[in-house]
């Protein structure tokens, strides 16, 4: 069976810092891999999303980026944060089609930026 | 415009009430993906459902119904006998079949279930 996995849980970071957030998925080949950013009380925000090693799209241009060392491993990265980067932030994957199939969602991460 | 619309923020029913969460799409294509998922509190989205815009049956899963019609745009979600933890907040989603992988999730629909 898949299985997706995300770290830290939570994490705590002042203005100014960066950030690497992880994620990899087991049980599964080249599957399609997404980040979201869910701002507290709202919506989920797609942030990347990758249909293959080194494959990146992003959805919304600000100071994260995203990038997809091997085919489950899905990181998140910044140089700078910024306050509004504070979120919970969800690595998804699906099987590999044009977007037919559903999202598994990890467990997330709760990043506050202080 | 891809977009979907769940009007109702928060709902809280009594235990064993029946409750309807409401979704509205809006979409260009004539082929594309409707999705459900569940919120609890821990935070982890949990796949629900996926219905394609080709299939209009209804479907039913224990407690859980949804109903898909392509008329109004609309792809509801019914919780019969409600229980306490159905308490979630749940997310109404459209993959268009163009534009690439991008799903469209709605706002969300808390719902609380009081014993």
């Known amino acids: 069976s898949q299985t997706i996995h995300q770290w830290p849980a939570t994490l705590v970071q002042p203005v100014g810092s960066p950030l690497s957030l992880e994620c990899t998925v087991e049980?599964?080949?080249?599957?399609?891999l997404y980040w979201y950013r869910q701002a507290a009380g709202r919506g989920l925000q797609l942030l990347f999303y990758s249909v293959g090693i080194g494959q990146i799209s992003s959805e919304v241009p600000q100071n994260l980026s995203a990038s997809r060392p091997q085919d489950r491993q899905f990181i998140l990265s910044s140089k700078k944060l910024l306050l509004s980067d504070s979120g919970f932030y969800l690595c998804?994957?699906?099987?590999?089609?044009?977007?037919?199939?559903?999202?598994?969602f990890g467990p997330g991460t709760r990043l506050t930026v202080t | 415009a891809q977009k979907v619309t769940q009007a109702q923020t928060e709902i809280s029913v009594v235990e064993k009430e029946d409750v309807t969460l409401d979704c509205v799409y809006e979409t260009r294509d004539t082929t594309y993906y409707l999705f459900w998922y569940k919120q609890p509190p821990s935070g982890e989205l949990v796949f629900l459902i996926r219905r394609n815009s080709f299939d209009e049956q209804n479907e039913i899963s224990g407690r859980y119904s949804w109903n898909f019609q392509k008329s109004t745009s609309s792809f509801n979600f019914t919780i019969t006998a409600s229980q306490v933890v159905d308490s979630a907040v749940y997310f109404c989603a459209l993959t268009p079949n163009t534009g690439g992988f991008k799903t469209i999730f709605g706002a969300g629909t808390r719902l609380f279930v009081k014993a």
């Open positions: 049980g599964t080949s080249n599957p399609n």
């Open positions: 998804a994957w699906s099987r590999p089609d044009r977007g037919a199939y559903e999202q598994y």
